[in-house]
């Protein structure tokens, strides 16, 4: 959570790649003899300054003793996120004797052209996450190969061995086709502060979700009566990006929504979409339950204002864990509350894929399964606080993923609350058209029909 900007996206994306998936299978070049199951232990440096060993099973294909293997084949895995890859790509390194990863961090406002650019000319990583929002351009440009052959080999990758919801529809899956393993992001949640509830004498967001009660009329409520003083000392109940994924959460859950799912027809203009948008403009410039830009920039930015406890809930993903578990305020998660048409927490989960151009496809799955596999989903969301996608890992992110109340993230996608936003190869020219005209209401004082009238015109071209 940062101060208003376009740039939102940028931050959203740097959330660290999400794991899931299956164990390591090393390959030797044309000499195997037999496969022998193995143990190895390997020791991870995780962010909170802990190190341990953690044991992962991997079935290692071994070479007959004649035969020589060789130099290693080089890939290379590439993101423009944070966290241990280094460190995670070493553990792969050390795990077989046949491949040598290195990783590749690229910025993220460079990585789109970049990997477009080396695609074409044969040099692109071999298996680099992509953005949710170029997934469609990279399949239809045919830059990422079909995963299903890989997947059935393995039953670690079963779809039986996913959460519900981890792979969608033009994100990860095309016309049937698997192009990518989930990775990165989470569905949004309602992040707040437990203690401003308690203070405030009303019941938290979980226990009014426990007595079936947390709908868009209660949130507005408990965001009016945590709201409180005046000016520099003023607190906020309620604070989100008021861009199109995060609008799309409350349009949607009163029946519209800036386009239909697939990103092939507008629906910003329809009855149900400017209620679901006025009822957030209204928290901010009717109710003054939100702090507009100048409000966050004043303040130090949104994440500052949740640190001293001058705002008291929030909507974001799970990657808001890096921050908040570095400071002393508490926090914890609940859904986002349920409207006429029902609940809906949307995400835009990125991918790991193949490239076309890689030259060893076959070495560059298995480093691809080995960042899924099941050990290491545990060792992301233990420590490093990850989205888990893979069943076996939600014990262990439950337990000691660094949030109270995790579950909720899980909830989303197993109870189909969770929901990719509408993306196509326009998806973030759709975002700026949305950002520039929302934030032009809120600073000029506009209401929802004036909007979705400025921004129907533009997404219009932009479907399809």
């Known amino acids: 959570m940062k ?3 376009l740039t939102r996206r940028d931050f959203l994306r740097m959330s660290a790649l999400t794991a899931a998936g299956a164990a390591l299978a090393g390959c030797a070049p044309e000499v195997i003899k037999e496969t022998v199951e193995v143990t190895r232990q390997v020791e991870v440096e995780v962010p909170v300054g802990q190190s341990g060993q953690v044991e992962v099973e991997v079935p ?42 290195t990783f590749e961090q690229i910025p993220y406002d460079v990585y789109r052209e970049k990997m477009l650019t080396e695609v074409a000319a044969g040099t692109a990583p071999d298996c680099p996450e992509i953005s949710s929002y170029w997934m469609t351009e990279f399949v239809s440009k045919d830059m990422a190969i079909p995963l ?9 990758l079963a779809p039986e061995k996913w959460i519900p919801g981890a792979f969608s529809e033009n994100l990860q899956v095309f016309n049937g086709v698997t192009y990518g393993l989930p990775s990165g992001d989470s569905p949004k949640v309602i ?48 604070q989100t990006w008021m861009a199109r994924e995060d609008t799309d959460n409350t349009m949607r859950s009163f029946g519209g929504g800036w386009t239909n799912l697939n990103a092939t027809e507008v629906w910003a203009t329809r009855p149900e979409s400017i209620e679901g948008l006025q009822y957030l ?17 004043a303040a130090g ?32 998660v609940a859904p986002l ?50 989205m888990p996608f893979q069943k076996a890992s ?21 109870k189909g609350w969770g929901y990719p936003i509408a993306i196509n190869e326009n998806g973030e020219r759709m975002d700026q058209v949305v950002w520039d005209a929302v934030g032009l209401a809120l600073s000029e004082g506009r209401d929802a029909e004036w909007v979705v009238n400025e921004v129907a015109p533009k997404l219009e071209p932009l479907v399809g």
């Open 3 to 5: 101060s208003k900007k």
């Open 60 to 101: 290692v294909e071994v070479t007959s003793e004649a035969a020589a293997p060789g130099e290693p084949v080089e890939v290379i895995y590439a993101s423009w996120g944070f966290g241990n890859w280094e460190n995670f790509v070493q553990m792969f390194n050390d795990s077989q004797e046949w491949i040598h990863a």
């Open 148 to 156: 299903d052959d890989y997947m059935v080999t393995d039953p670690n």
């Open 191 to 238: 992040w707040f502060n437990p203690d401003l509830f308690a203070e405030a004498g009303i019941m938290s967001p979980l226990e009014y979700e426990a007595e079936g009660e947390w709908n868009w009329d209660t949130f507005l409520e408990v965001a009016l009566a945590l709201t409180s003083g005046e000016d520099a000392t003023k607190r906020f109940g309620y």
């Open 281 to 297: 403009l209204d928290l901010y410039l009717v109710h003054k339950a939100a702090p507009l830009s100048q409000d966050e920039q």
């Open 301 to 332: 930015g949104g994440q500052q204002m949740f640190f001293t406890r001058r705002l008291a809930m929030f909507m974001s993903g799970i990657w808001e864990v890096y921050g908040l578990r570095q400071g002393q305020t508490p926090y914890d």
């Open 337 to 386: 509350p349920e409207g006429p048409a029902g609940r809906f927490m949307s995400h835009a989960i990125n991918s790991l894929v193949i490239t076309r151009s890689s030259k060893h496809p076959d070495e560059a799955w298995q480093l691809l399964r080995f960042l899924k596999s099941p050990g290491m989903e545990k060792i992301m969301v233990q420590g490093e606080g990850f």
């Open 394 to 414: 939600i014990p262990t992110f439950l337990e000691s993923g660094d949030i109270n109340n995790a579950q909720v993230f899980v909830d989303a996608l197993e």
